[in-house]
């Protein structure tokens, strides 16, 4: 769920094959305004695009007006799918890198071409493990075992990493630096300009970027992880805020809450301060809740059973 145009953009995948949707919902009735297919991804200038990944050539990346829904334009996708150039308040552009290695970057909002160049192609000829943009960085990889990072607006080549061959592993962006993730936990942070390794931490199953600060998190009881707020440079832990499941929106700081269920069939909602180092009670809601946005006058969670449900709270 996100907000968008004044109303409620919700998000759901059909059961077994199909297209994920989106519909803009009114949040005074419910009544629905448009319907788009695809997974919507906002643009920095309050734009939405669609993204609607399918076999290689058929994919494709649409931008819609908010307001009515209307397809603006749209570009095809190529095998290794999409990668977006985010600023403080979403995408600034688009990605499109090919297995020969042709990289075509796309401004977000018209859709024009800003430039294109070449990297070396992908090894097996198929596709790219990485082809990934973080920062300012179009990270892919060439000799098996690393990744190389070139600089996104005149594909000059920066550095070279190594990076272990095992799956699930990725890179994403840790509030000025550059984080390698994988699924077993860990965080390796590196330094966005030379490639050099700044610190390492085992304890996080979870990291995300929110505002100049980092949000990890360690094993907890279920879902309900405990959260701590870092300095990005030294993965320095600055407050710990409790044992929460994140949801509502990391991009934007003031909307991210946390969720935890409370004996007699009860959740507690709390508005997760990351940059005060603080979370900060926000309703106790009756039943059990997974997913929850709060628009400032009203939470709105999904019904594990489908469906919203709406409450009214204070500001």
Same mark, same amino acid.
């Given at each position: 769920?996100?907000? @968008?145009?004044? +109303?409620?953009?919700?998000?759901?995948?059909?059961?077994?094959?199909?297209?994920?949707?989106?519909?803009?919902?009114?949040?005074?009735? +419910?009544?629905?305004?448009?319907?788009?297919? +695809?997974?919507?991804?906002?643009?920095?200038?309050?734009?939405?695009l669609f993204e609607t990944p399918r076999a290689a050539g058929t994919g494709t990346v649409l931008?819609?007006?908010?307001?009515? &829904?209307?397809?603006?334009?749209?570009?095809?996708?190529?095998?290794?799918?999409?990668?977006?150039?985010?600023?403080?308040?979403?995408?600034?552009?688009?990605?499109?890198?090919?297995?020969?290695?042709?990289?075509?970057? !796309?401004?977000?909002?018209?859709?024009?071409?800003? !430039?294109? +160049? =070449?990297?070396?192609?992908?090894?097996?000829?198929?596709?790219?493990?990485?082809?990934?943009?973080?920062?300012?960085? @179009?990270?892919?990889?060439?000799?098996?075992?690393?990744?190389?990072?070139?600089?996104?607006? =005149?594909?000059?080549?920066r550095w070279t990493v190594p990076v272990e061959s095992r799956a699930g592993t990725w890179f994403?962006?840790?509030?000025?630096?550059?984080?390698?993730?994988?699924?077993?936990? &860990? *965080?390796?942070?590196?330094?966005?300009?030379?490639?050099?390794?700044?610190?390492?931490?085992?304890?996080?199953?979870?990291?995300?970027? *929110?505002?100049?600060? @980092?949000?990890?998190?360690?094993?907890?009881?279920?879902?309900?992880?405990?959260?701590?707020?870092? %300095?990005?440079?030294?993965?320095?832990?600055?407050?710990?805020?409790?044992?929460?499941?994140?949801?509502?929106?990391?991009?934007?700081?003031?909307?991210?809450?946390?969720?935890?269920?409370?004996?007699?069939?009860?959740?507690?909602?709390?508005a997760l301060d990351v940059a005060a180092g603080e979370a900060r009670i926000r309703a106790v809601?009756?039943?059990?809740?997974? %997913?929850?946005?709060?628009?400032?006058?009203?939470?709105?969670?999904?019904?594990?059973?489908?469906? @919203?449900?709406?409450?009214?709270?204070?500001?």
């Amino acid at each position: 769920m996100s907000t @968008l145009a004044g +109303g409620l953009l919700v998000t759901s995948s059909p059961a077994g094959a199909g297209d994920t949707v989106s519909t803009l919902l009114d949040p005074d009735t +419910g009544a629905v305004r448009w319907r788009q297919t +695809g997974y919507p991804v906002s643009t920095g200038s309050g734009g939405v695009l669609f993204e609607t990944p399918r076999a290689a050539g058929t994919g494709t990346v649409l931008a819609a007006d908010p307001v009515s &829904g209307a397809v603006r334009w749209s570009l095809p996708l190529p095998a290794n799918g999409v990668a977006y150039r985010t600023g403080e308040r979403g995408v600034t552009q688009i990605v499109l890198i090919t297995a020969d290695g042709r990289v075509a970057v !796309h401004d977000a909002e018209s859709g024009a071409l800003v !430039h294109a +160049g =070449r990297v070396p192609p992908a090894v097996d000829g198929v596709s790219y493990r990485f082809a990934q943009v973080v920062g300012d960085l @179009l990270l892919v990889d060439g000799a098996p075992g690393t990744v190389t990072a070139y600089g996104l607006d =005149r594909l000059d080549r920066r550095w070279t990493v190594p990076v272990e061959s095992r799956a699930g592993t990725w890179f994403v962006e840790c509030a000025g630096m550059l984080c390698i993730r994988d699924q077993t936990g &860990g *965080v390796r942070a590196l330094d966005p300009a030379t490639g050099e390794p700044t610190w390492v931490d085992d304890r996080w199953v979870g990291m995300a970027p *929110v505002g100049g600060r @980092l949000l990890g998190a360690e094993p907890g009881v279920g879902l309900e992880l405990e959260l701590v707020v870092l %300095d990005p440079a030294t993965g320095r832990s600055l407050a710990r805020l409790g044992r929460w499941r994140t949801t509502g929106f990391e991009s934007d700081p003031s909307r991210l809450l946390g969720l935890r269920r409370l004996p007699g069939d009860r959740t507690l909602v709390g508005a997760l301060d990351v940059a005060a180092g603080e979370a900060r009670i926000r309703a106790v809601l009756p039943g059990s809740w997974d %997913d929850c946005a709060d628009s400032g006058t009203a939470l709105v969670c999904l019904r594990p059973s489908g469906g @919203l449900m709406i409450w009214p709270v204070s500001p």
